[in-house]
């Protein structure tokens, strides 16, 4: 049996290696399509600039879904964090959904800070140029 640090470590030093390759040869994009995203792809797109794409049938899929869930919002169906309150007030109903939504994105971008020191590369050096390595220092 494996110790847990020593799978720890090989998915780090797999994904170090990959996000070091992206950074040399240039390439590294990502496409949205309803699996394998992984963390080190959110990194590199943040940290250094890199492309996103949004698989089509992924993104049918997202319009369906909405359009399934206005419909239910629409037909006047209780859906938990939708239309209700949260928690200890799950019980109570709201009327204005959007309202309540945009809240619910705001509590999103909590803790969400600017660059700053700790960042490896600020911003502005992260899009010029992919040829240095990444340092988690």
Known sequence: MRRSYESHTSLLVQQWAKLNTWLHDGAGNVV????GLEILDIVFVSRNAGKVFI?????????NSHNKLMKTVSDGEVI?????????????RNNDVLALQRLLTGELRYGVL???ARDPRPRSQ????HS???DLA
């Open 32 to 35: 949205l399509n309803g699996q």
């Open 55 to 63: 698989d089509q049938a992924a993104l049918q899929a997202s319009f």
């Open 80 to 92: 938990y964090r939708v239309n209700t309150g949260f928690g200890g007030s799950a019980d109570t």
């Open 114 to 116: 600017s660059p700053a």
């Open 126 to 129: 992260s899009t010029s140029s």
């Open 132 to 134: 240095s390595s990444f």
